[in-house]
């Protein structure tokens, strides 16, 4: 007995030592990635010197093969595109979507850092094209963040989350996490740019709360902390020009004209001349001509009207076309010119038209690859898990094999050890090799079973795609054999019925192992229906939404209606898991 509770103890002792030296070297990879991120941060706006430092981190992947420096290389590629105010090869501004899901796959949750930087960068690319997602993927890195006590982009994610909060127009709760932001961020040089900003936030959410004289002391304590250092850079000088501009629109709002006036053409001067500040200049007119148009200064109004025209075809963005057009489209209305109104009425229509399809088109854009990356995400998630079993398999054996010697070192040490003793540890390591066996058989099967479902259903995808194609060129030509059509269309159609009989024999309740599953599962929970019972199989075998929509030829709404049904009948709870308590039946 008391041998068996030593070998017990040096089990553990080891089991402790061997995840202690795992959680220092994540710590030190960690580390690493947040050392790489402040030596790019410094190479902004030099791309070369940005690609040369991607190639030394890939020459240390090539020469060792440590996966921390193939993750720090494919990692230093999201700050490429800083140099550029305009991706040419990037028509919705999301260049970096691509990379970020690579290097989350590539990474699968292993280093924190990572994980983190992804979902702060993708939750700022959707920060206006789906805020909902944005919130999603900003949520997941601030609770790992908070989590870690590293504080790797907690301000930097607290910042965001307080600009989700004012584009929603809550800006209590906006307040609440640029209040955190400001907290978390150290007084360094650095920083002043950040610490000014989140006062320029105070004052942004004031404005909207209609506390003007709060705006503008929010304004003018973020601009004495810029003014306050010495040698500003360009992007520093930029936003205390910007935040000077905000403060003379609140002026403007507190009917203090002569004080706007001359802040908003400070910053009309400083932006004149500058292309790459376009949008800030568009603002920035649109202020000048509510401010001359109320006092009634025509001819400065005519000023304004006439560089704004003089600008407006050189504007890139479609959102600053149209503010620019809709206020000279005002002043000719203030003028009572319906020629000119009529015309850019029409300009204006043709905008707002581009503008919905563009919007369209990255919806359909975004779509496209969050289902590509869904896609690879699973087929990753089964190669990983397979890698883990045959991981947990090998350290079971390990475990086993140094079971087995210090078992023998007690016997040997044991003077009367008798033959039924040594006769039961030659049985158990049969029995454990039997195991190891069957462990694999199944392991190989299931692998083989996941893999021709995948097949499977992505073969479906391609033939339906294709069935809706011939059905539109049907539609469209007038000049048709009908009869070659529909002899076409009942070979595909025949097609998915072979594919969904294939499915359906992958996943068949006649297999031993399901059967016994679905056996267990209705004779725990009797008030399930067969057709949620072939639900379950579908979960247990984690299968996403889409996939199942694909096999029962329902929406994945329907999927998601059918998963809350068996959870409220199995009585769960809402935020459980279902497959993981599938898988423990």
Known sequence: ??????????????????????????????????????????????????????????????????????????????????NDTEDKNDEFG??????????????????????????????????????KLSMQFLDEAIKLDEKSGKKYYLPHLYHLKGRLFFNDKKY????????????????????????????????LCYEKMRRMELAVKETTEASKILESAKDLNPNETAFLVSVKGNMGFYYYQMKNYAEAERLLVQEFT????????????TVNLGNLFKLYNETNQNNKLKEVIDFGSSIEPQLQAISDKILMNEMIQSYYLKKDDP????????????????????????????????????IRNIDQKNRHRIDDQKLSNSLMLMMVGGLVIIFGITIFIIRNNNKKEK???????????????????????QEEKITNLHLNLNLKIETEKTFLENI??????????????????????NNLI????????????????????????????????????????????????????ILENITEGSTRVYKTKIKNKMNIGKEADLNTFLKSI
């Not at 790489?36 to 941060?41: A, D, F, T």
């Open 1 to 82: 007995m008391e041998n068996k509770v030593i070998n017990i103890l040096i089990v553990l002792v080891f089991s402790v030592i061997f995840v202690s030296c795992q959680s220092s070297k994540k710590e030190e990879v960690n580390g690493y990635f947040r050392h790489i991120n402040e030596e790019v941060s410094k190479l902004i706006y030099q791309k070369e010197k940005i690609k040369e430092l991607k190639a030394r981190e890939q020459k240390k992947y090539e020469s060792t093969g440590e996966r921390k420096y193939q993750i720090s290389s494919k990692y230093i590629e999201l700050f490429y595109d800083f």
């Open 94 to 131: 999301l260049s970096q979507i691509p990379i970020v899901y690579e290097l989350l796959i590539l990474n699968n949750n292993e280093y924190d850092y990572i994980t983190i930087a992804c979902n702060f960068n993708l939750a700022h690319q959707f920060e206006h094209k789906s805020p």
């Open 172 to 203: 209590t709760q906006a307040m609440i996490y640029f209040k955190r932001s400001l907290q978390s961020l150290s007084k360094t040089r650095p920083n002043l740019i950040y610490i000014s900003s989140m006062h320029n936030n105070f004052a």
């Open 270 to 281: 400083f932006y004149a001349d500058k292309r790459d500040r376009y949008h800030e200049l």
């Open 339 to 374: 020629q000119s109104v009529k015309s850019l009425c029409r300009k204006l229509v043709l905008l707002h038209d581009k503008n919905e399809e563009k919007s369209y088109q990255k919806l359909t854009y975004i779509s496209d690859i969050l289902n590509s990356f869904i």
């Open 423 to 445: 006769e039961l540890a030659m049985k158990e390591k049969i029995i454990l090799i039997k195991n190891k066996t069957i462990l694999e058989q199944d392991l190989k099967r």
């Open 472 to 493: 539109r060129k049907m539609k469209k030509s007038k000049n048709i054999d009908a009869e070659q059509i529909v002899t076409d269309l009942f070979l595909k159609i």
């Open 498 to 549: 072979q594919i969904d009989k294939k499915n359906y024999d992958l996943i068949s309740e006649s297999s031993m192992e399901n059967k016994q599953f679905i056996q267990k599962l209705s004779a725990k929970f009797p008030s399930l229906t067969n057709n949620e019972l072939k639900f379950c199989v579908y979960y247990k075998l984690e299968l996403s939404s889409k996939e199942i929509s």
